[in-house]
T-cell receptor
Protein backbone atom coordinates (compact mmCIF):
# COMPACT_ATOMS: atom_id res chain seq x y z
CA UNK A 1 0.00 0.00 0.00
CA UNK A 2 1.22 3.50 -0.82
CA UNK A 3 1.49 6.02 1.95
CA UNK A 4 3.59 8.11 4.27
CA UNK A 5 5.30 6.71 7.32
CA UNK A 6 6.70 8.66 10.22
CA UNK A 7 8.76 7.22 12.98
CA UNK A 8 8.78 6.99 15.85
CA UNK A 9 5.22 7.74 16.97
CA UNK A 10 6.43 9.07 20.33
CA UNK A 11 9.85 10.56 21.00
CA UNK A 12 11.36 11.86 24.20
CA UNK A 13 14.53 13.91 24.37
CA UNK A 14 16.41 15.90 26.94
CA UNK A 15 16.62 19.63 26.57
CA UNK A 16 19.62 20.73 24.51
CA UNK A 17 19.77 17.61 22.35
CA UNK A 18 19.18 17.60 18.62
CA UNK A 19 16.66 15.04 17.40
CA UNK A 20 15.77 13.84 13.89
CA UNK A 21 12.25 12.85 12.88
CA UNK A 22 11.85 10.45 9.99
CA UNK A 23 9.42 10.81 7.09
CA UNK A 24 9.24 8.35 4.19
CA UNK A 25 6.75 8.16 1.32
CA UNK A 26 6.23 5.64 -1.47
CA UNK A 27 3.62 7.67 -3.36
CA UNK A 28 6.18 8.92 -5.89
CA UNK A 29 5.34 12.49 -4.89
CA UNK A 30 7.84 15.23 -5.64
CA UNK A 31 6.73 17.67 -2.96
CA UNK A 32 7.02 17.07 0.77
CA UNK A 33 6.20 19.21 3.80
CA UNK A 34 6.73 19.40 7.54
CA UNK A 35 4.14 20.92 9.84
CA UNK A 36 4.01 21.57 13.53
CA UNK A 37 0.71 21.19 15.38
CA UNK A 38 0.11 22.82 18.75
CA UNK A 39 -3.15 22.89 20.71
CA UNK A 40 -5.35 25.77 19.57
CA UNK A 41 -2.98 26.83 16.79
CA UNK A 42 -3.74 24.47 13.97
CA UNK A 43 -0.93 23.47 11.62
CA UNK A 44 2.03 25.69 10.85
CA UNK A 45 4.43 25.05 7.98
CA UNK A 46 8.06 24.50 8.99
CA UNK A 47 9.80 23.52 5.73
CA UNK A 48 8.82 22.28 2.32
CA UNK A 49 10.58 20.68 -0.60
CA UNK A 50 9.32 20.70 -4.15
CA UNK A 51 12.04 18.49 -5.56
CA UNK A 52 15.06 16.45 -4.53
CA UNK A 53 18.03 18.49 -3.27
CA UNK A 54 15.88 21.59 -2.85
CA UNK A 55 13.92 22.87 0.13
CA UNK A 56 12.51 26.15 1.38
CA UNK A 57 11.70 27.66 4.75
CA UNK A 58 8.09 27.82 5.76
CA UNK A 59 6.50 30.10 8.31
CA UNK A 60 8.31 28.83 11.43
CA UNK A 61 11.68 27.43 10.26
CA UNK A 62 13.84 28.81 13.07
CA UNK A 63 15.43 26.05 15.11
CA UNK A 64 14.75 23.36 12.51
CA UNK A 65 16.71 21.89 9.61
CA UNK A 66 15.88 19.45 6.81
CA UNK A 67 17.50 17.54 3.98
CA UNK A 68 16.10 16.04 0.79
CA UNK A 69 18.69 13.68 -0.64
CA UNK A 70 16.13 11.18 -1.90
CA UNK A 71 12.68 11.62 -3.34
CA UNK A 72 11.21 9.25 -0.78
CA UNK A 73 12.71 10.81 2.33
CA UNK A 74 12.46 14.20 4.04
CA UNK A 75 13.90 14.05 7.58
CA UNK A 76 13.42 16.93 10.00
CA UNK A 77 16.00 17.80 12.66
CA UNK A 78 14.81 19.71 15.70
CA UNK A 79 17.88 21.50 16.99
CA UNK A 80 18.70 22.80 20.43
CA UNK A 81 18.02 26.30 19.06
CA UNK A 82 14.30 25.56 18.89
CA UNK A 83 12.98 27.23 22.03
CA UNK A 84 9.80 25.24 22.45
CA UNK A 85 10.17 21.93 20.60
CA UNK A 86 7.50 19.91 22.38
CA UNK A 87 4.74 19.44 19.78
CA UNK A 88 3.10 17.07 17.33
CA UNK A 89 4.95 16.98 14.00
CA UNK A 90 3.24 16.03 10.75
CA UNK A 91 4.83 15.21 7.44
CA UNK A 92 2.91 15.45 4.16
CA UNK A 93 3.47 15.01 0.44
CA UNK A 94 1.75 15.99 -2.78
CA UNK A 95 1.93 15.62 -6.52
CA UNK A 96 3.73 18.38 -8.45
CA UNK A 97 1.45 21.40 -8.78
CA UNK A 98 -1.11 19.78 -6.49
CA UNK A 99 -0.09 21.25 -3.16
CA UNK A 100 -3.74 21.73 -2.32
CA UNK A 101 -4.23 17.98 -1.97
CA UNK A 102 -1.71 16.78 0.56
CA UNK A 103 -1.36 13.31 2.02
CA UNK A 104 -0.35 13.22 5.66
CA UNK A 105 1.60 10.77 7.75
CA UNK A 106 0.42 9.67 11.21
CA UNK A 107 2.67 12.15 13.00
CA UNK A 108 5.37 12.07 15.67
CA UNK A 109 4.76 13.48 19.13
CA UNK A 110 7.99 14.96 20.45
CA UNK A 111 8.35 15.70 24.14
CA UNK A 112 11.42 17.49 25.40
CA UNK A 113 12.05 16.91 29.07
CA UNK B 1 -2.31 37.79 4.59
CA UNK B 2 -4.59 34.89 3.87
CA UNK B 3 -6.21 33.31 6.89
CA UNK B 4 -8.92 30.93 8.03
CA UNK B 5 -11.14 31.30 11.08
CA UNK B 6 -13.03 28.39 12.57
CA UNK B 7 -15.48 28.18 15.40
CA UNK B 8 -13.93 27.12 18.67
CA UNK B 9 -14.74 23.72 20.01
CA UNK B 10 -15.38 21.32 21.30
CA UNK B 11 -18.68 20.74 19.60
CA UNK B 12 -20.58 18.11 21.56
CA UNK B 13 -23.52 16.34 19.93
CA UNK B 14 -25.63 13.26 20.38
CA UNK B 15 -25.64 10.63 17.68
CA UNK B 16 -27.96 11.45 14.73
CA UNK B 17 -27.84 15.20 15.45
CA UNK B 18 -27.28 17.81 12.76
CA UNK B 19 -23.77 19.22 12.56
CA UNK B 20 -22.54 22.62 11.47
CA UNK B 21 -18.94 23.77 11.89
CA UNK B 22 -18.42 27.34 10.78
CA UNK B 23 -15.45 28.45 8.70
CA UNK B 24 -14.75 31.87 7.22
CA UNK B 25 -11.73 32.97 5.29
CA UNK B 26 -9.77 36.05 4.24
CA UNK B 27 -7.92 35.81 0.97
CA UNK B 28 -6.82 37.72 -2.05
CA UNK B 29 -8.08 36.23 -5.25
CA UNK B 30 -10.11 33.06 -5.35
CA UNK B 31 -8.53 30.26 -3.36
CA UNK B 32 -9.63 26.66 -3.27
CA UNK B 33 -11.18 25.64 0.05
CA UNK B 34 -10.83 22.39 1.95
CA UNK B 35 -11.95 20.45 4.97
CA UNK B 36 -9.47 18.01 6.47
CA UNK B 37 -10.28 15.57 9.30
CA UNK B 38 -7.93 14.21 11.95
CA UNK B 39 -9.02 11.12 13.84
CA UNK B 40 -7.45 10.50 17.26
CA UNK B 41 -3.76 9.71 17.05
CA UNK B 42 -3.62 10.02 13.28
CA UNK B 43 -2.55 12.46 10.59
CA UNK B 44 -4.95 14.57 8.55
CA UNK B 45 -7.10 13.27 5.72
CA UNK B 46 -8.75 15.33 3.02
CA UNK B 47 -12.50 15.20 3.60
CA UNK B 48 -13.78 17.44 0.81
CA UNK B 49 -12.87 20.43 -1.27
CA UNK B 50 -14.33 23.13 -3.52
CA UNK B 51 -12.36 25.02 -6.11
CA UNK B 52 -14.65 27.88 -7.10
CA UNK B 53 -17.56 29.96 -5.88
CA UNK B 54 -20.88 28.11 -5.44
CA UNK B 55 -19.18 24.73 -5.71
CA UNK B 56 -20.33 22.14 -3.19
CA UNK B 57 -17.86 19.60 -1.89
CA UNK B 58 -19.23 16.41 -0.41
CA UNK B 59 -17.96 13.15 1.04
CA UNK B 60 -19.14 10.57 3.60
CA UNK B 61 -22.36 12.54 4.21
CA UNK B 62 -20.49 15.80 4.87
CA UNK B 63 -21.08 18.85 2.68
CA UNK B 64 -19.69 22.36 2.38
CA UNK B 65 -20.53 25.11 -0.12
CA UNK B 66 -18.05 27.76 -1.26
CA UNK B 67 -19.80 31.08 -0.55
CA UNK B 68 -17.84 33.98 -2.01
CA UNK B 69 -20.34 36.63 -0.89
CA UNK B 70 -19.96 35.64 2.77
CA UNK B 71 -16.38 34.26 2.45
CA UNK B 72 -17.52 31.09 4.15
CA UNK B 73 -17.20 27.33 3.78
CA UNK B 74 -19.27 25.85 6.59
CA UNK B 75 -19.18 22.09 7.12
CA UNK B 76 -22.51 20.29 7.58
CA UNK B 77 -23.76 16.77 8.13
CA UNK B 78 -27.35 15.78 8.58
CA UNK B 79 -26.87 12.93 11.05
CA UNK B 80 -23.58 12.45 12.88
CA UNK B 81 -22.26 9.16 14.17
CA UNK B 82 -19.95 8.35 17.07
CA UNK B 83 -17.30 7.48 14.50
CA UNK B 84 -17.33 11.11 13.27
CA UNK B 85 -15.66 12.22 16.50
CA UNK B 86 -12.47 13.90 15.34
CA UNK B 87 -10.84 17.29 14.80
CA UNK B 88 -11.92 19.11 11.65
CA UNK B 89 -9.67 21.65 9.94
CA UNK B 90 -10.77 24.19 7.38
CA UNK B 91 -8.03 25.28 4.96
CA UNK B 92 -7.44 27.37 1.87
CA UNK B 93 -4.84 27.28 -0.87
CA UNK B 94 -2.48 30.24 -0.77
CA UNK B 95 -0.59 31.26 -3.91
CA UNK B 96 0.63 34.63 -2.63
CA UNK B 97 4.29 33.59 -2.24
CA UNK B 98 4.53 31.98 -5.66
CA UNK B 99 4.40 28.57 -4.03
CA UNK B 100 1.03 26.95 -3.55
CA UNK B 101 0.60 26.06 0.11
CA UNK B 102 -2.23 25.33 2.48
CA UNK B 103 -3.28 27.72 5.25
CA UNK B 104 -5.13 25.93 8.04
CA UNK B 105 -7.60 27.07 10.64
CA UNK B 106 -7.09 26.15 14.27
CA UNK B 107 -9.32 23.09 14.10
CA UNK B 108 -12.65 22.24 15.72
CA UNK B 109 -13.01 19.14 17.86
CA UNK B 110 -16.25 17.22 17.44
CA UNK B 111 -17.40 14.83 20.14
CA UNK B 112 -20.39 12.60 19.36
CA UNK B 113 -21.97 10.58 22.15
CA UNK B 114 -24.20 7.52 21.72
Amino acid sequence: DGGITQSPKYLFRKEGQNVTLSCEQNLNHDAMYWYRQDPGQGLRLIYYSQIVNDFQKGDIAEGYSVSREKKESFPLTVTSAQKNPTAFYLCASSMPGKADTQYFGPGTRLTVL
Amino acid sequence: GNSVTQMEGPVTLSEESFLTINCTYTATGYPSLFWYVQYPGEGLQLLLKATKADDKGSNKGFEATYRKETTSFHLEKGSVQVSDSAVYFCALSDHSTGFQKLVFGTGTRLLVSP
